[in-house]
């Protein structure tokens, strides 16, 4: 079975830091290109980075540009989001999402891992 | 980046159809073949529908179709379902390299 599974979320405190990390089975990791999307409580999803393949090249939103890392092993089948100057405003569910390799969509999506920045 | 905008709400009675509109701009929407629509239920992840304008993924009801003129795209949803009742979000790749949701519509099956 194809699946995503984040896991990494919790409470940290602003300014803070964490690590999320979404673990794939069910397909050929490294022939895919991967993204975390996220949504706060409520409202709408959010596009935050992608990665490509071989993990050569990265992309982010302006909004956490400078801040997150996204990075992935693909000895070990794992995508990785370091976190870090957090803010309140980046409270939400964080999602990870497979980038489809025969057409422009993300075909596959975890269940999400929330993330709360409170003091 | 902005987000792309859609509808907050769309209602309609079981059987009839719906369109959500998707509005963006010449740098993503309408620059790009590269249009998708996600469904959401309550507490639960997106589900792809539509992807590159048009396309239906496999095991995606065909009562739901995508179409795309200028910076708008549309989901129209034909036959509505009491299932169907959910967010529904569209999505654009950009010409930032980057991608774009829109603000979500909740349709609900009167």
């Known amino acids: 079975e194809v699946q995503l599974v984040e896991s990494g979320g919790g409470l940290v405190q602003p300014g803070g830091s964490l690590r999320l990390s979404c673990a794939a089975s069910?397909?050929?990791?490294?022939?895919?290109?991967m993204h975390w999307v996220r949504q706060a409580p409520g409202k709408g999803l959010v596009w935050v980075s992608r990665?490509?393949?071989?993990?050569?090249?990265?992309s982010y939103a302006d909004s956490v540009k400078g801040r997150f890392t996204i990075s992935r092993d693909n000895a070990e089948n794992t995508l990785y989001l370091q976190m870090s100057s957090l803010r309140d405003e980046d409270t939400a569910v964080y999602y990870c999402?497979?980038?489809?390799?025969?057409?422009?969509?993300?075909?596959?999506w975890g269940q999400g891992t929330m993330v709360t920045v409170s003091s | 980046q902005s987000t792309l905008t859609q509808p907050a709400s769309v209602s309609g009675s079981p059987g009839q159809s719906i369109t959500i509109s998707c509005t963006g701009t010449?740098?993503?929407?309408?620059?790009?073949?590269?249009v998708s629509w996600y469904q959401q239920h309550p507490g639960k992840a997106p589900k792809l529908m539509i992807y590159?304008?048009?396309n239906r993924p496999s095991g995606v009801s065909n009562r739901f179709s995508g179409s795309k003129s200028g910076n708008t795209a549309s989901l129209t949803i034909s036959g509505l379902q009491a299932e169907d009742e959910a967010d529904y979000y569209c999505?654009?790749?950009?010409?930032?390299?980057?991608?774009?949701f829109g603000t979500g519509t909740k349709v609900t099956v009167l």
């Open positions: 999402t497979r980038d489809s390799y025969y057409y422009d969509a993300f075909d596959i």
């Open positions: 069910g397909f050929t990791f490294i022939s895919y290109w």
């Open positions: 990665i490509n393949s071989d993990g050569t090249g990265t």
């Open positions: 010449s740098s993503d929407v309408g620059g790009y073949n590269y």
């Open positions: 590159e304008v048009s």
């Open positions: 999505s654009s790749y950009t010409t930032s390299s980057t991608y774009v």
